[in-house]
Every structure is written in structure tokens, then in C-alpha cells.
């Protein structure tokens, strides 16, 4: 019985995290709403940039990119349901879920390079391709999310805008995930333990 009680506390949580910013941003507490309305002048005139390639460069991107996913998310239904947003149990769990797979990501590219300019990228290397796997495979779970927000919030005309904007922000090519978890494993399967 416990557990049910523990994994309620869970649930109640993913409801309390975005009803709370969004409860903040329209008291005018943080500038969710205006960040949300400045991101949307930005997809308009956004292009593809081709940046000197950096160590997590790329992953650093994404999760910069899954951030302003979520301000287009958040904006959007803010926009569309104001204060009765609070009823909306479905659409608030799913921002949650990306604010949390965001802080997971996010958490996890820190701490690897963290690590890198403590100890040097070779003794990392582990912990580096960790995370790029991670970021890059929870990438396309919040585009998903996304997607669902969006559909439940808009229809017709605005859905397809909501859409193409979104696709400017998702737009990344895949990793050889394949390649990255074989050599993932390679050193725990060889000290029988894992050693990050």
C-alpha cells in the first residue's frame, strides 16, 4: 500500500511544478510569458546555425532548444485556457514531464563537463558519451510531448503554425546510438561494475 501512496505524492508533484510557474508567470513573478512571446519572434527568423564543433556542443544545443520547446508549450496553453489552465490535470502533467527531462539532461551535461575541466576530457570520456546518449535520445521524447501539448491546445491552421515552429526547434541529426552504447558498456562489462 505504500507504494500507492508514495507514487500519489509523485503525481501531485508533476501537477504542483508547472501549475506553480505558470501561477508565478501570470502574477508577473518571472517572465515566463514575455520569454514565451520573445521566442516566438525568434522562430519566425530562425535559421540553422553551423557552429565550430565543441565537446557536448551539440547536446548543450539541444537542451537550449528542448527549454524553448517547453516556453512554446507553456505559452501557448497559457494563452489558450489563462487561469482555467489550473483544470487542465492532462496538459500540466505533460509540461512536467519535459521540465524534468529537462533538469535530468541538463543535470547530466553539467556534470560531465564539470568533470572535463576538473580532470581532463580523456579521464571523462565515459561520462561524456553518457550523456550524449542520454541527451540525444531524450531529445525526441520532448518533441513527442510537444506534439501532444499542442495537438490537446490548438486545431486546423494554428496547430499546423504551432507545428512547423516546433520542427525549427527539433531539427538535429542522430547520433550512431548503436556505436555509443557498445562502447558504454565496454568498460563496465570489463570491471564487471560501473566505474563513472
Do not use: H, W
Not at 489558450?80 to 487542465?88: M, R, S
Not at 568533470?115 to 525526441?140: H, I, Q, S
Not at 552504447?181 to 562489462?189: C, E, N, Q
Amino acid at each position: 500500500r505504500i507504494n500507492r501512496i508514495f507514487e500519489g505524492t509523485n503525481e501531485i508533484n508533476r501537477l504542483l511544478i508547472p501549475a506553480t510557474l505558470m501561477r508565478k508567470a501570470m502574477k508577473g513573478e518571472i517572465p515566463l510569458l514575455a520569454a514565451a512571446q520573445k521566442l516566438a519572434g525568434e522562430l519566425m527568423s530562425m535559421m540553422p546555425s553551423f557552429d565550430e564543433p565543441t565537446l557536448l556542443g551539440e547536446e548543450g544545443k539541444l537542451v537550449e532548444n528542448a527549454k524553448k520547446i517547453f516556453l512554446m508549450c507553456a505559452g501557448t496553453a497559457v494563452q489558450k485556457f489563462g487561469t482555467k489552465l489550473k483544470d487542465q490535470q492532462v496538459i500540466l502533467a505533460r509540461l512536467a514531464d519535459i521540465i524534468i527531462e529537462i533538469f535530468a539532461m541538463e543535470s547530466c551535461l553539467k556534470r560531465a563537463l564539470k568533470a572535463v575541466a576538473a580532470t581532463g576530457e580523456e579521464a571523462n570520456l565515459l561520462k561524456v558519451d553518457m550523456t550524449r546518449y542520454y541527451v540525444n535520445m531524450t531529445f525526441p521524447k520532448i518533441e513527442m510531448i510537444a506534439k501532444e501539448i499542442l495537438a490537446a491546445v490548438e486545431t486546423g491552421d494554428i496547430l499546423r503554425t504551432q507545428l512547423s515552429a516546433l520542427k525549427k526547434l527539433t531539427r538535429f541529426t542522430p547520433i550512431n546510438s548503436v556505436e555509443l552504447v557498445d562502447k558504454i558498456a565496454a568498460p563496465i562489462i570489463k570491471n564487471q561494475k560501473y566505474s563513472c
